[in-house]
């Protein structure tokens, strides 16, 4: 057989995985592509724990949320230190997020007050600031700061660095073969599992992690597998890295908008700041996608008018786009499935890179104690069922309307609302469209709704349903 584990994907989740494992003595074979397109690299490497509370939530939701964040976190530095001493690198980390509130969110004020609210539970600071008062915040009259938080407990890191340093460290690590290439589909036996490359070599290992972000639902579907795995769907974010005059010592971000996680910058190496990042659902990723001008002018709107005025005149680097693995009910999955030699760690939408720790320790202690993680949460067993489509159209209607008059625009007084009751009611009349293509257009609905029944669909669906016009 040759190892005890093999670890599918390379990104931040299966690299954490494959250090914690050797670690613990395992001898661990990793496969991924030299130059990956994981969701870790495109990711703005926040350290979020209580800037991605949402206010939508419930208390019980926003506190486990918080609790697992928060174990994450909270083993960051040792998980650091750990990564440093093997690769010999340096992973610089930027102390605190600011949270902004301004007149372009829905509601920021109410979701300033959750974020605090949950930092108070959880026994963590978050302060109170004035917008004037943050490093680099220059945002055009019309979207001043009326609100803001100091979450010094949080903090951001560049995630090309970081990526590059867990790399260097699998390498170093004696109890770690990393593979060049990509799974095209795995094979269990009586012995264990079997890996079968693109390149044609095969690798043999006891157990498997599927930990390939939304490409995990490409090698299941090549090996005819069936684990009993919840869906998964894919979140696909747009970034820019540019060069500007402006000085961002720390992130600044909003809270989480309109099916995404609001809009953020962050400062990177070598003097790059990190502009992010648009949300919308796929169900069919491509690794290659390019950002359309669509999605780069809002990004560039908003970090010029919520922001700094200066950025509209900023250098750009690059572009990024990720797909970022999401389960209905947004937890990830991580644990055994229903076969116990393989097992999975993915779906962690936008909280990947600070659950990265948590993570590691998590399958290696289902490693350590088959079953520890039985009931827990992110248990990939467990059942998840969508939302009702009332409250999908409910949430997600408001959000809707934000998201069609970006960048920078605008409805007449009390109109914004009209829409939003228009297309709250509108939407589940659409499910049984009459006249022509209706039949072809109820089954395209009704199959993504039955599919991925979650208000981040609905924006998906609006643009379905108009290409079929």
């Known amino acids: 057989m040759g190892a005890d584990l093999l670890v599918v994907g390379g990104g931040v989740i299966g690299a954490s995985v494959a250090l914690r494992c050797a670690d613990e003595g395992a001898a661990v074979v990793i496969v991924d592509r030299a130059v990956p397109a994981t969701a870790s690299l495109a990711a703005g490497a926040m350290l979020s724990v209580f800037s991605e ?17 928060l174990a994450g976190r909270d083993g960051y530095a040792d998980w650091l230190l750990r990564i440093c001493e093997l690769s ?5 980390v930027s102390p605190g997020i600011f949270v902004i509130a301004n007149p372009d969110g829905e509601d920021d004020a109410a979701e300033v007050d959750t974020i605090q609210a949950a930092a108070v539970r959880a026994g963590r600071p978050a ?45 170093a690590h004696p109890g770690v073969r990393v593979v060049d290439g990509g799974v095209e589909r795995i094979e269990l036996d009586e012995v264990g599992v079997t890996a079968h490359l693109d390149a044609g070599a095969d690798i ?19 090996s005819s597998l069936d684990l009993g795995l919840p869906p998964l769907v894919s979140g696909r974010g747009v970034s820019l890295l540019v060069r500007s005059t402006a000085m961002f010592p720390t992130a600044v971000r909003t ?16 003097g790059v700041l990190y502009i992010g990042a648009t949300n919308r659902l796929s169900t069919l990723p491509g690794d290659a996608d390019l950002p359309t001008l669509a999605e780069i002018a809002s990004l560039i709107d908003g970090a010029a008018h919520q922001i700094a005025g200066v950025l509209a005149g900023a250098g750009l680097v690059a572009t990024r786009v990720g797909h970022r693995p999401v389960t209905l009910d947004r937890l990830p ?18 909280n990947g890179i600070v659950l990265a ?20 949460p992110f248990d990939p067993r467990r059942e998840v069922v ?47 469209l009459d006249g022509p293509h209706g039949e072809q257009r109820r089954a395209i609905a009704q199959r993504l709704l039955r599919q991925t029944p979650t208000e981040e669909s609905i924006p998906l669906l609006f643009d379905l349903m108009t290409r079929q016009r």
């Open 88 to 92: 010999g690198r340096d992973v610089p």
């Open 53 to 69: 509370v949402s206010a939508s939530d419930g208390l019980a939701r926003q506190d486990l949320d918080v609790r697992e964040r």
């Open 255 to 270: 809270p989480n908008r309109g099916f995404a996680c609001g809009l953020h910058v962050v400062p990177r190496a070598d």
């Open 204 to 222: 043999g290992a006891a157990r498997a992690v599927l930990a390939g972000g939304v490409g995990t639902n490409r090698v299941l579907a090549a």
């Open 386 to 432: 969508g939302d009702a489509l009332d409250a999908v159209v409910g949430r997600a209607s408001r959000s809707l309307v934000a998201s069609l008059e970006q960048p920078g625009g605008h409805l007449p007084f009390g109109r914004e609302e009209d829409v939003r009751l228009f297309i709250a009611a509108a939407l589940p009349a659409l499910l049984g």
């Open 333 to 350: 999955l991580v644990g055994t499935t229903s076969d116990e030699r393989v097992l999975v760690a993915t779906g962690t939408y936008r």
């Open 357 to 376: 720790p948590r993570i590691g320790e998590m399958i290696a202690g289902e490693l350590r104690t088959p079953g520890a993680l039985r009931g827990h």
């Open 127 to 171: 302060d109170r600031i004035a917008g004037r008062d943050i490093p680099g915040l220059n945002p055009s009259r019309r979207m001043p700061a009326f609100t803001a938080l100091h979450l010094p407990d949080e903090a951001s890191l560049d995630a090309a660095v970081l990526h590059a340093a867990l790399g260097a460290a699998l390498r």
